[in-house]
């Protein structure tokens, strides 16, 4: 598993282990057992996992995932640990940092920030990067819902547009925070927003992320 990929993956691991079964999340209502059963499914079992994009496979993912939930929260802890099995293409280098380091990054967040107690993580340069480059590839996939015009800004000025259309409201903050309110955690994202404020009203409520 490549450096990004690795750490995030373990963090999250660390996390959910931390918070115990029953904690909540910032994921579709799902406490910390429910987010670990998705995160083993997404690995493990591709013949559901197809359910978090394709609609008629959604029953299956459903079952599925309910009933890895069922399995000792320890045991899905240590399955996200140890990673996907030799078979799954998340077992290659490149695909794993491809898919799992934003995912992980997200998942990390959604149990970390729905602690009362929650704390910023330390900058890091070099991933806040890695963020970036990834957010502008995706920014309009991401944005693609907004119901306004949706401009991101880093902090050092880098911009990406999210969705062109008017009025247009600005998003700035670090990647790691731009990311989590493209994901739909807008709420959560320490990010300052400009423009017309019915405009950033109607952002701030829409289905925004994958």
């Known amino acids: 598993m490549s450096t990004h990929a690795r750490r995030e993956r373990l963090l999250l691991a660390d996390l959910l ?16 057992r429910q987010l670990a059963a998705h995160v083993v499914v997404r690995e493990r079992r ?22 890895f939930a069922e399995k000792p929260y320890e045991e ?29 990054f997200v998942h990390a967040e959604d149990v970390r920030r729905a602690q009362p107690d929650w704390t910023p993580r330390e900058p890091d340069r070099i991933f806040e990067n890695a963020l970036w480059s990834r957010l502008e590839k995706a920014s309009r996939l991401l944005g693609r819902r907004s119901p306004v015009g949706l401009v991101l800004r880093r902090s050092n000025g ?26 739909g955690r807008q709420e959560a994202a320490q990010v300052d927003l400009e423009g017309d404020k019915d405009a950033i009203t ?5 289905k925004l992320g994958l």
């Open 17 to 32: 282990e931390a918070a115990g079964p029953e904690a909540p999340t910032l994921c579709d209502g799902w406490n910390t």
């Open 158 to 183: 880098q911009t990406a547009v999210g969705h062109r259309g008017t009025p247009v409201v600005t998003v700035t903050g670090e990647p790691s925070e731009l990311t989590i309110f493209m994901f």
């Open 202 to 206: 109607r952002l701030h409520e829409a």
């Open 46 to 67: 591709v013949d559901a996992a197809g359910g978090i994009v394709l609609s008629a496979l959604k029953s299956r993912l459903d079952r599925v995932q309910a009933e």
């Open 76 to 104: 899905l802890i240590q399955l996200i640990r140890t990673g996907p099995p030799r078979m799954s293409p998340y077992a290659i280098k490149q695909i794993d940092e491809a898919a799992n380091s934003v995912e992980f």
